[in-house]
């Protein structure tokens, strides 16, 4: 008999009890996410770093320039991301109907600021624009075929090297940015640049700057980033 009653007891019981606990889990599931969603941005957020890939597909496709490139990144609110970067560009360039050569190699910086306008900041997802401010300060090679004197038939070498110059310039930046796991993230963008101010050489301008691109007044970049937050 008491077997019986025990049984009964504990069927009761446990009807009773599980509706009770699966009602209050998705009660307090619901109250975490509601919870999650009006909670405030942390004032400072994490630190993260992350490398170009762009650049290291350039390098190993043989192109005529290249860059490798890393960055740091400051996070405040999830909002304001002040960013600082620094690479090595290089080119070894020959032109195939001139024959003209440049070479060059050197290190390049930029520092920045981006800005998120993603709402949802807890998804790890951001759409952000931003401002860079890049410099750089290198040494490049030029040469051209010799010359031929018209009237005596001499020959003379146009080689010049180690020309030393510098340039700045500022950058637009618009990306996006996608959370694959927990602190691994991806991320793209595309950069307009505007060349600010360059020191220039009598023999000529430099064919290639390190983190700026081909000599012009202006430039389109881009660049495809994994990033890690530490």
């Not at 190699?105 to 930029?110: D, I």
Request: with cysteine.
């Amino acid at each position: 008999m008491y077997p019986k009653i025990l049984k009964y007891f504990f069927i009761a019981v446990i009807s009773l009890v599980l509706p009770t606990t699966l009602f209050a889990k998705k009660n307090t599931d619901k109250k975490e996410t509601i919870d999650l969603s009006q909670e405030k941005a942390p004032v400072f957020a994490g630190v993260s770093v992350s490398a170009d890939l762009v650049g290291a597909v350039m390098k190993f496709a043989n192109s005529d320039y290249s860059q490798m490139e890393v960055a740091a990144r400051l996070n405040f609110r999830e909002k304001y991301f002040p960013v600082f970067e620094m690479g090595y560009g290089s080119s070894d360039y020959e032109g195939a109907e001139t024959g003209n050569t440049f070479k060059t190699q050197a290190p390049y910086f930029r520092v920045g600021l981006d800005y998120n306008f993603t709402k949802k900041w807890w998804k790890g997802n951001r759409l952000y624009a931003g401002i860079r401010y890049g410099f750089t300060s290198f040494k490049y090679d030029i040469s051209s075929p010799d010359f031929i004197d018209p009237v005596w038939g001499t020959e003379y070498p146009f080689v010049f090297k180690d020309i030393s110059a510098n340039a700045h310039w500022g950058e637009v930046v618009f990306g996006i940015e996608t959370r694959i796991w927990k602190f691994f993230h991806i991320g793209w963008n595309v950069r307009y640049k505007a060349r600010l101010g360059t020191k220039k050489s009598p023999i000529g301008d430099p064919w290639y700057i390190p983190g700026y691109g081909k000599y012009g007044n202006s430039c389109l970049g881009g660049t495809f980033n994994i990033i890690f937050d530490i």
